[in-house]
């Protein structure tokens, strides 16, 4: 048995505005006899919070378990080459077994390259019946995610499923309904859970170091070419839900799921294509509101990524977000840190999904808990969607 923590209670109801309608909808799980596991609060308090990484990577390196053996399905997500290479980087903890690739041209351009040398091809069937199988990262194109995915579920194994989760919200609901029944793990691949700069905005926003939350401003852009527009311009929810879907994750982990949330999608060049690549979304709390801006215009967007947080007796400015600066503001001294501004010294991160890989070997060795809810990624895919002025379907 996989490691769980007890439930949690159910997120509140919101509204979903387009234009000058507005619509009811629930933010829950419609299954609600659903097991659900401790929020990623819970996590961070019993790692020690703003230590979580550090913690998991000192677990790392003194383990002395049986290695876990994953693979990975699929080479074309945008992620697909940093997980695999990172599982490969962690070599006392995972056995790669093989990478299913079934497009010939594409598994040519990758074969030889750093991540995938000397890592055995393999059809899915071979791959989810490789004796001893645990682990399966998903890396397909987002359109294929969900299908590819299920099989994995149905084969028992963890997933390490990549953003977003999916093109809509009923085929990721389905997934977490079978994940629930075959008792798996799903761990979302949102690259800033670990990230230790967003750890300290959690645990401050825990603990309230910065009194009372009123105000989140997120930013996560960039610039690309023509033909990166065309293929993401298959994708009705544009650059919100390519990029933002990173910082909604982190904006559902630091304020909890919002109440409404409202979209305001542009299409800069509606005569080159169809790509909303400059996008804001409103995010509603009862007692603070939240903005996340992504666009793909940006000259040396990385450069300007930032996460900011308000409240009453202090602010967190993160800028850039990799690797992390993180500006402190207090009205007062509190803990370690002293009045006014100061940057604060924060723990080396090592590689964007290290936190990740460790965390899942952590939990399937049975050292932790896992510390996502199913809740807590259905209420992200559905902020994703209506952020990205998508309805649920």
């Known amino acids: 048995m996989v490691p769980r923590s007890p439930e949690k209670t159910?997120?509140?109801?919101?509204?979903?505005?387009?234009?000058?309608?507005?619509?009811?909808?629930?933010?829950?799980?419609?299954?609600?006899?659903?097991?659900?596991?401790?929020?990623?609060?819970?996590?961070?308090?019993?790692?020690?919070?703003?230590?979580?990484?550090p913690a998991l990577q000192a677990w790392g390196k003194q383990t002395g378990t049986s290695k876990i053996k994953v693979g990975q399905i699929g080479t074309k997500h945008a992620h697909a080459s940093g997980k695999i290479g990172t599982a490969r980087k962690f070599s006392d903890l995972y056995d790669v077994v093989g990478v299913v690739e079934p497009d010939d041209a594409r598994w040519n351009s990758v074969k030889n390259s750093a991540a995938y040398k000397d890592v055995p091809r393999m059809t899915e069937e071979q791959l989810l019946n490789v004796a001893g199988l645990q682990f399966v990262c998903v890396e397909t194109e987002v359109e294929d995610l969900i299908q590819a995915a299920k099989a994995c579920v149905a084969a028992g194994k963890h997933i390490h499923l990549d953003k977003p989760a999916g093109v809509n919200y009923s085929g990721f609901e389905k997934l977490v309904q079978m994940a629930q029944e075959n008792d798996v793990l799903i761990q979302m691949g949102y690259m800033f859970r670990y990230n230790p700069g967003f750890q300290f905005i959690f645990k401050s926003i825990r603990e309230g170091l910065l009194g009372d939350v009123f105000e989140v401003d997120g930013v996560i852009s960039k610039k690309i070419g023509d033909q990166t527009r065309k293929q993401l311009a298959r994708y009705a929810g544009g650059t919100m839900f390519e990029l933002g879907c990173h910082l909604i994750d982190s904006l559902h982990v630091a304020m909890?799921?919002?109440?409404?949330?409202?979209?305001?999608?542009?299409?800069?060049?509606?005569?080159?294509?169809?790509?909303?690549?400059?996008?804001?979304?409103?995010?509603?709390?009862?007692?603070?509101?939240a903005t996340i801006r992504s666009a793909m215009l940006e000259v040396d967007g990385f450069r300007r990524r930032q996460f900011v947080?308000?409240?009453?007796?202090?602010?967190?400015?993160?800028?850039?977000?990799?690797?992390?600066?993180?500006?402190?503001?207090?009205?007062?001294?509190?803990?370690?840190?002293?009045?006014?501004?100061?940057?604060?010294?924060?723990?080396?991160?090592?590689?964007?999904?290290?936190g990740d890989f460790l965390e899942m070997a952590a939990v399937l060795n049975g050292a932790k808990e896992f510390p996502f809810s199913y809740q807590h990624d259905l209420d992200v895919q559905k902020s994703v969607l209506l952020g990205s002025g998508l309805k649920l379907n």
């Open 256 to 289: 909890g799921t919002p109440q409404r949330i409202t979209a305001f999608p542009r299409t800069t060049y509606p005569d080159k294509d169809a790509l909303v690549d400059n996008m804001l979304a409103v995010f509603d709390y009862p007692k603070a509101t």
């Open 309 to 354: 947080v308000v409240g009453s007796e202090g602010t967190i400015v993160l800028r850039p977000l990799e690797k992390p600066v993180l500006e402190l503001t207090l009205e007062s001294a509190k803990e370690n840190h002293t009045k006014g501004s100061q940057l604060v010294e924060l723990p080396l991160s090592g590689g964007r999904y290290d």
């Open 10 to 53: 159910e997120p509140p109801s919101g509204i979903e505005y387009f234009g000058n309608q507005s619509h009811e909808i629930d933010l829950s799980c419609k299954d609600k006899s659903m097991t659900n596991r401790r929020t990623f609060l819970s996590c961070l308090s019993a790692l020690g919070s703003y230590a979580a990484l």
